[in-house]
């Protein structure tokens, strides 16, 4: 199943949410010089009532914010797919039970200020190329599913069965059809899912599983 390439993650967004004007400052200074495109907000409101839905895209979040601090956000955030995004902690008052809460939520790392900028632009491309590569794999089921909808209740009565490892003489047995009509539902499926091998259908199938439909 071909899933369309997301973006490159080097050119990827990089949202920045940080109250000190002189820090967002020099952090959109330092994405700028290394290719990357930088939204700066003040507070987790501004972020929210702005931001953009472009992606591959990251969170650079400090903890101290005016009304939501930075950890709730991003507790927030990360209970939807739709908001959640790969985040990097900044902070100037880092202790230990603030790592490991910010990293039990999922964060990519946790820098206390002043970071070396290496470190930073190191942790951007890494957590960018999450984003990329969880695209990628949500551009893959919405194909899969695409392809599921499109399929009459017979050609999926194949699909189940061919998945589950039947013989095409097994399948015609159970269906009560000829082994020729199998073939000829067996090919529709590969075109409609858009699958390249038989190997390449079941992992598609695979990773549908556990996953919840579309709404």
Do not use: Y
């Not at 967004?13 to 939204?39: C, E, F, K, T």
């Amino acid at each position: 199943m071909n899933a369309p390439r997301p973006e490159s993650p080097r050119t990827g967004l990089v949202h920045v949410i940080d109250d000190d004007p002189r820090m967002r400052a020099s952090l959109h200074g330092l994405l700028r010089s290394a290719g990357l495109r930088p939204a700066c907000f003040a507070s987790a409101s501004e972020f929210l009532a702005g931001r953009s839905p472009e992606r591959p895209a990251c969170l650079l979040l400090d903890v101290r914010l005016p009304e939501v601090n930075g950890l709730d956000l991003q507790q927030v955030l990360a209970h939807s797919p739709e908001t959640a995004l790969p985040t990097i902690i900044i902070t100037g008052h880092a202790d230990v039970r603030m790592g490991v809460r910010a990293m039990k939520a999922g964060a990519v790392d946790f820098l206390a200020k002043p970071f070396d900028p290496a470190e930073l632009l190191q942790a951007i491309q890494e957590a960018l190329a999450r984003d990329a590569e969880a695209l990628g794999r949500a551009g893959e089921l919405a194909a899969t599913r695409a392809g599921l909808r499109s399929l009459t209740p017979r050609e999926r009565d194949v699909l189940d069965r061919v998945v589950a490892g039947r013989l095409n003489k097994q399948i015609a047995g159970e269906l009560g059809v000829s082994e020729v009509t199998v073939k000829v539902h067996r090919r529709r499926v590969m075109e409609k899912m858009k699958a390249r091998s038989l190997a390449e259908l079941v992992r598609c199938m695979t990773g549908l599983s556990g996953t919840k439909p579309a709404q």
